[in-house]
């Protein structure tokens, strides 16, 4: 995830990251992979969020082999959202739970 494609992408495409950290005890992000269905917790996991339909996230759980895996996800959720000149009409926003 943490790559310079990904992040080229991310900021040429306004894409809002967050990050979730469960370095320690973190109730709420363990509550919020629960609701995403990851009942076990694991980690990584990965969620977009589309601008267009933020209740429907993207999950994607396990290690990325490469950043073109999470530009390609971004690019699905961001498809529906684009005005006529072809750029992102609305941003997505992605939550990263951490290690």
């Not at 040429?12 to 967050?18: C, D, H, N």
């Not at 509550?31 to 601008?51: H, M, T, V």
Request: no cysteine; glycine share 8%; charged share 20%.
């Amino acid at each position: 995830m943490n790559q310079p494609e990904t992040k080229a992408f991310v900021e040429a495409e306004g894409i809002v990251t967050l990050k979730a950290d469960k370095t320690h005890t973190a109730p709420e992000v363990d509550e919020l992979l629960r609701q995403l269905g990851n009942k076990g917790g694991s980690i990584p996991f990965y969620a977009i969020f589309p601008a267009d339909n933020p209740n429907k996230p993207i999950l994607m759980d396990g290690l990325l082999a490469s950043p073109a895996q999470i530009i390609a996800k971004f690019k699905a959720a961001n498809a529906g959202n684009r005005s006529p000149d072809g750029h992102a009409a609305n941003d997505t926003v992605m939550a990263t739970p951490a290690p």
